[in-house]
């Protein structure tokens, strides 16, 4: 079965103080990962996609990475509009296009 | 202008009850879904329709029935509420079957089972 794990759970970081998220992943064959971000009472806001390892995306002060096993988002001097919670995905190529399998996130609050 | 918009955003109803969530989307896609998020934050996709045809059924208890009129609109009726069912539902759409990745979710519906 597909599964995805994020750490930490919840990330507390003082404004410019930079860090980054972990995706870990098992999927059968990876059709893609995805990063999202989540505010309070709003629906998840879609962030980057990356399909092979080595790949890179980048995002004003996001940048996701990604390795065969696990997914990096790496927020650089953040600021406290980036507190959400991020979300990691990832579609499997023997479930189709449709299906995403998500983590359950991590909280992070920038703090100024 | 709302490019997925839910209603309502907040039910709240007694076990046993029947209710419904509507969902539009003025994006054109083709394809929609439901997703439940629990009160832990997991996001799960409980159905995904393209063009009105229904493509995924996530072993989802039968008291749960979508119903897509029109590749705009996706509906979630409920039957025989139960305590498990409170959760905030999300309805989402992409284009091209959702292949990049890129749902376009609304702002949810929290159900309140009481």
């Known amino acids: 079965e597909d599964q995805v794990t994020q750490s930490p759970e919840a990330l507390r970081l003082q404004e410019g103080e930079s860090s980054s998220l972990n995706c870990s992943y098992t999927?059968?064959?990876?059709?893609?990962l995805f990063w999202y971000r989540q505010d309070p009472g709003k629906g998840p806001e879609f962030l980057f996609t990356l399909y092979s390892a080595g790949e890179e995306k980048e995002k004003e002060r996001l940048k996701a990475t990604l390795t065969k096993k696990e997914s990096f988002l790496h927020i650089t001097a953040p600021k406290p509009e980036d507190s959400a919670t991020y979300l990691c995905?990832?579609?499997?190529?023997?479930?189709?296009?449709?299906?995403?399998?998500f983590g359950t996130g991590t909280r992070l609050l920038v703090s100024p | 202008d709302t490019a997925v918009s839910q209603t309502p955003k907040y039910l709240v109803t007694q076990m046993g009850n029947d209710k419904s969530i509507k969902c539009e989307q003025n994006l054109g896609h083709d394809t929609m879904y439901w997703y439940k998020q629990d009160s832990k934050k997991f996001l799960k996709i409980m159905f995904s329709y393209n063009n009105k045809e229904l493509i995924i059924n996530e072993t989802v208890p039968n008291r749960f029935s979508p119903k897509s009129p029109d590749k705009a609109h996706l509906n979630l009726h409920i039957n025989s509420l139960e305590l498990g069912d409170s959760a905030v539902y999300f309805c989402?759409?992409?284009?091209?079957?959702?292949?990049?990745?890129?749902?376009?979710f609304g702002e949810g519906s929290r159900l309140t089972v009481l």
């Open positions: 989402a759409s992409s284009q091209a079957g959702g292949d990049t990745g890129e749902l376009f």
């Open positions: 995905a990832v579609q499997a190529v023997d479930t189709g296009f449709q299906k995403l399998v």
């Open positions: 999927v059968s064959g990876l059709r893609g």
